[in-house]
């Protein structure tokens, strides 16, 4: 078996060779955390873009085991945020020169839900000018939705896959007809063709989950010609079928390093992406979102939901900053960038150079 040196040098980015990586730990470990950050700043620089998140609705029509807005946890108190507040947000980001904003929520699927987010696409770019570059992230959709909110100005769209492994896609949900595999591929599959900056990700150190499964996710995301990609740590909710670890769980502490590993192959396999410093991760670590951009990490996604219903989305326990308001954000992000030796880009789109160059070819 080739030593991680040579796998790094030589780029031998097999599924075993992937999984030796995963397992890297000490001198290994960080030998591949700091060539991924040398790497990211050769090919997409210094520069950590801002995707302002608008937490949008926590109303889910899906029941996704994991995720704690799910449709059967009666504890959550349900809200949509009124139109108000959400041009708000925009307005505070266009302001803030975010360059672009996230409007995310649970998923919902009807016409009420489709015409609203396809005219508050269209009010954001008109009170912004054009500026502010908009992504969604609200689930699966039909093809004639995806169309509508991309004709409305919409010009990226995550979905996580979740798993590219379908028999742990269909673990981590349940089986009841909403929840397959092969409709999440599908809608992944839409997104690109319709000309969506398509972004997409894995939970990391779930049930079931294997390193090979890891190893295939970052596959997957290279198979697939991905522009842009967020994965954070799994993080136990309370009020979920996945409350409690399984007695071989990876500890936090492992799944974050595990995710600081994840960040730093891709990068390393994929070098002119987007990839996300997630939220999960800092709610482990403090500083859990500056270690990814040390290690190849280069978009981060401040929330600036209303703080009265940030409580409310919570997605996994112990989730950060669900108490300050948007303003108190961006002092504290310049402030924890400059760790990690970055400058932030802001009023720009900060696009995926990959997707530019696919666009271009
Ligand atoms: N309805 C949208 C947004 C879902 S929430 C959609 O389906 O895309 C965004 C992401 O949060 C999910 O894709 C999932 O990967 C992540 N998430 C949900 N529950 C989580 C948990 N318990 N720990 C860590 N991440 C979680």
Redesign the pocket.
């Known amino acids: 078996m080739p030593a991680i040196n040579e796998i790094l040098d030589q780029k031998l980015f097999s599924k075993e060779n992937l999984v030796t990586l995963l397992k890297a730990e000490g001198v290994d470990g960080l030998l591949l955390l700091q060539k991924a950050g040398e790497l990211k700043q050769q090919t997409v620089g210094n520069k950590v873009y801002f995707r302002g998140l608008i937490e949008l609705s926590n109303v889910?029509e899906?029941d996704?085991l994991?995720?704690?807005?799910r449709r059967s946890n009666k504890k959550v108190q349900r809200y949509n945020l009124t139109d108000e507040e959400v041009l708000e947000a925009a307005r505070f980001a266009y302001r803030e020169r975010y360059g672009s904003i996230v409007i995310?929520?649970?998923?919902v699927t009807n016409e009420t839900f489709v015409a609203r987010i396809e005219r508050l696409t269209t009010e954001i770019k008109q009170l912004s000018d054009n500026k502010l570059g908009i992504t969604l992230?609200?689930?699966?959709q039909t093809d004639e939705v995806y169309r509508r909110w991309f004709r409305a100005g919409a010009h990226r769209y995550?979905?996580?896959i979740?798993s590219s492994n379908p028999e742990l896609y269909r673990k981590l949900h349940p089986d009841d007809g909403l929840h397959t595999y092969e409709q999440r591929l599908e809608a992944l599959t839409l997104l690109k063709k319709i000309g969506y900056q398509t972004g997409t990700?894995?939970?990391i150190g779930?049930p079931f989950q294997t390193l090979e499964d890891l190893a295939s996710d970052l596959l997957f995301f290279k198979d697939f010609d991905i522009d842009m990609v967020?994965?954070?740590?799994?993080?136990?909710?309370d009020d979920?079928p996945?409350n409690t670890p399984q007695t071989d769980a990876l500890p936090l502490s492992a799944r974050f390093n595990l995710s600081l590993k994840m960040v730093a192959i891709l990068r390393l396999m994929m070098p002119d992406i987007n990839i996300a410093a997630?939220t999960?991760l800092q709610?482990i670590d403090p500083l859990g979102r500056e270690k990814a951009v040390k290690a190849g990490a280069n978009i981060i996604m401040p929330n600036i939901t209303p703080a009265s219903y940030r409580n409310d989305y919570r997605?996994?326990?112990n989730k950060p900053c669900t108490d300050e308001e948007p303003e108190q954000c961006s002092g504290c992000l310049d402030a924890r960038l400059a760790l990690a030796d970055s400058e932030i880009g802001y009023g720009e789109w900060g696009d995926s150079k990959h997707f530019r160059k696919k666009d271009k070819g």
Do not use: D, W
Not at 104 to 107: A, F, I, K, R
């Open positions: 889910c899906k996704c994991y995720c704690g807005i995310q929520s649970g998923e992230s609200l689930g699966e995550l979905l996580r979740e990700g894995v939970m779930t967020g994965m954070g740590p799994f993080i136990e909710h979920t996945f997630t999960a709610a997605l996994y326990n």
